[in-house]
């Protein structure tokens, strides 16, 4: 076909189809709350996933991940803010959905081949590779065939119907028509343009007087300023269509934050733009619980033009929240009655995205009196009580999260809530308020539990139970209600003790208190988890000084610096450990202590790296680096030692764009530029400045 000959409709086509193309991978990246990056390809294979997970200076907290996007238009790569050992099922793949969260995607009755058929973590998905192969442009997986199928059929479908409407546009008449299409387009032209002209006249005159009678009429709400806590109304109405007549110095109200302006993510929903603002306002009332603001905005600016009342009530947001989910979080009864009544589509059953309704955000938030009032009317009292999320979240689940003890009676006097259940992952209302650290909920949990028949030892999915959480969180006042229970001994699925996970967030107090009061601390302290690591190695990752050393006293033998020795699963000492983690006082400390073995100071993992190669990983960046070098070196360790493929620490540092640290190796270990100099040229290749850095270092030195 010659491009003389396409439709108008096919030349928009084409230029929106190059428009999508160039601006796919911004809005990519730009339709989480995290910060992805496209790839062409995901790594496939552990050291590869490693390298890129230092590259993009991701942790054990924010554990690097590289999936496809929601839409299957690209593969992303990410640092997971819910951490990097995150346990999935068999017979799915990965996705990051909504604003960022990791789906799974069936793949069991999809795939020819290349399922996951076992239970495996997400920082494991290169061992699965046909779940990282994915076709873009027909946004399929390549080993999900009916999908491919379908896509394609209807590809042809629709080249089939293009071709013949084009054939059919071509005819004898197209000139005489073009010549009417002209006529016709300039008197079209001519009328607009006067209309757009008297238009303008004209709301240039009534804007004013419009302006003018808003600021009149809002001034009583101005001048308490009792609900205005982060910009005033003077200013939304200023900001809605242009600026106002009034001086900088005659309202204060317009150096305060524009907080009304709309973000990227609020732009993309189904809201209508022009009222965007006035929603987000009302919205700011909602949770604020405002209810005076509220009602006077409602019925000055909604209640008069019934079109807008129930396109900007009923409207949600990118989570499928709308007015009602934020009026439930601000626990204001006065709002969510006057949504209600005015409601047509949204009911008190309506739920977001999630599947969460406005009784989860209620309790959620701890609003007593918000549930109370909800669950008056005993018609739709069950019925939301035995609600559910998409992932199997219930009230008393939500309400755990508050802590709100008194929420919780009220639920539990109603009857219909089974306090047993759990969520898609295993957690129980008792797990949940652990993990938030809420105390008094805990113990109102346990004092209650004859009637709630909680099992106390019950794990999650990783294998953990109530006691491994409270050892997460360091809370005493709750590991000492079941401190003498059996299950407070035991693993979780990787093989870690109360005291591993004690150790590793740094809880010193709750660390006496199991090593002074657990009847099970003779089972559990020389115990090691599935990688080798004892108490002392999670105390060397944790960087807390006095629990290491509270420790090192529990384990110690007749030869002092035996712990120092003990090894992992990989050969890591303690020494490697806190130097992986940039602890710096821990690798003082012990550093001093082996001022008489600097064999143990050079000891070598299993892949020949020593100490100083674990300093340039997991970048900080904060002056750790270049400390803990300068203490090592002082306690004799070998900066010219090289691994098993003939790295120093200045090539890694390379390989993993640890600039301070290269820095710092240049200008005060200069010989370290001589050593496998082809080794670091290709760890510096990935970066111009990299590799005239190394030219520059390698010129001064050998020209001596």
């Known amino acids: 076909m010659k491009i003389s000959a396409m439709t108008s409709s096919n030349k928009l086509s084409l230029f929106i189809t190059v428009f999508l193309m160039f601006g796919c991978r911004f809005i990519t990246a730009s339709e989480y709350d995290f910060d992805v990056f496209p790839v062409d390809k995901c790594p496939m294979s552990k050291e590869e996933w490693d390298k890129r997970s230092h590259q993009l200076q991701c942790n054990q907290a924010h554990g690097y991940h590289c999936v496809p996007n929601k839409h ?35 793949c069991k009755t999809t795939f020819s081949s290349g399922c996951p058929n076992d239970v495996f973590f997400g920082l494991e998905l290169y061992k699965y590779p046909k779940c990282l192969a994915i076709n873009t442009e027909l946004r399929c997986f390549d080993a999900d065939v009916k999908c491919i199928l379908s896509r394609v059929l209807e590809g042809r479908t629709n080249k089939q119907n293009n071709t013949r409407t084009e054939e059919n546009d071509v005819n004898d008449t197209v000139k005489e028509v073009l010549i009417v299409l002209v006529v016709l387009l300039l008197m079209m032209l001519l009328i607009v343009f006067v209309v757009i002209v008297y238009l303008w006249k004209t709301e240039k005159i009534c804007y004013k007087k419009r302006c003018q009678k808003d600021v009149e009429e809002l001034q009583p709400l101005i001048e308490t300023g009792k609900y205005t806590k982060t910009r005033s109304v003077i200013a939304y109405l200023a900001h809605r269509k242009g600026p106002l007549n009034m001086k900088e110095e005659d309202s204060t109200s317009q150096r305060l934050p524009l907080s009304l302006i709309p973000t990227l993510d609020e732009l993309e929903s189904e809201v ?18 405002a209810s005076e603001n509220f ?204 005291l591993h ?38 105390a060397a990752k944790g960087g807390n000084l006095k629990v290491f050393k509270r420790i090192e006293e529990a384990l110690k033998s007749v030869d002092p610096l035996e712990v120092f020795r003990k090894e992992t699963f990989y050969n ?23 001022k008489s073995a600097p064999e143990i100071v050079n000891k070598q993992s299993t892949n020949l790296w020593t100490a100083a190669h674990y300093v340039a990983v997991e970048i900080k960046q904060d002056g750790s680096e270049e400390e803990i070098i300068g203490v090592l070196v002082q306690a004799g360790i070998d900066l010219k030692s090289q691994s098993n493929l003939g790295k120093t620490v200045l090539t890694v540092a390379f390989e993993y764009s640890n600039d301070n640290l290269i820095r710092y190796l240049l200008d005060n270990h200069k010989e370290l530029v001589n050593i496998n100099p082809a080794k670091l040229r290709e760890a510096a290749a990935h970066s111009k400045i990299y590799e005239r850095m190394l030219q520059i270092a390698l010129q001064k030195e050998n020209s001596h």
């Open 501 to 538: 996970i004690c150790c590793e967030f740094g809880h010193y107090e709750l660390c006496e208190l199991i090593l002074n009061g657990s009847p099970f601390i003779s089972k559990i302290l020389h115990d090691v988890d599935d990688e080798g690591w004892n108490a002392l190695h999670s």
């Open 272 to 289: 209508v733009l022009g009222d965007m603002e006035l929603l987000l306002l009302l919205r700011r009332h909602c949770v604020d619980g």
């Open 72 to 106: 299957l238009t690209s593969l992303i790569e990410f640092c997971y803010p819910k951490g990097a050992r995150i346990l999935f099922e068999s017979g799915n793949c990965l996705e990051l959905a909504a604003r960022g969260t990791l789906n799974q995607v069936p």
């Open 572 to 594: 890591e000492t303690v020494l490697h450990i806190c130097c992986i983690h940039k602890n710096v006082d821990i690798c003082r400390y012990i550093c001093n202590k082996l």
């Open 295 to 498: 009602t006077y905005l409602f019925e000055r600016k909604i209640l008069k033009n019934v079109t807008k009342s129930l396109r900007i009530i009923e409207s949600r947001d990118n989570n499928g929240c709308t007015l009602l989910h934020y009026a439930a979080k601000g626990g204001s009864k006065d709002i969510l009655e006057t949504l209600l009544k005015h409601c047509t589509e949204h009911t008190i059953y309506d739920t977001d995205h999630f599947g969460h309704t406005l009784l989860h955000f209620a309790c959620k938030y701890g609003k007593y009196d918000l549930c109370a009032y909800i669950l008056s009317d005993d018609t739709y009292c069950k019925r939301l009580l035995t609600k559910t999320s998409h992932d199997d979240w219930n009230a008393a689940h939500f309400t755990a999260v508050s802590g709100n003890v008194e929420l919780f009676k009220l639920l539990h006097g109603k009857g219909e809530i089974d306090m047993q259940s759990e969520t898609k992952n295993g957690l129980n209302i008792l797990h949940i308020a652990c993990m938030y650290n809420n105390t008094a909920f805990c113990q109102a949990l346990l004092n209650m539990n004859k009637e709630l028949n909680l099992p106390l030892g019950k794990a999650d999915v990783r294998g953990w139970n109530i006691a491994h959480y409270a050892a997460e969180v360091g809370n005493k006042d709750i590991f000492k209600c079941f401190i003498n229970e059996e299950f407070a001994s035991q693993k979780t699925c990787h093989g870690r003790t109360v």
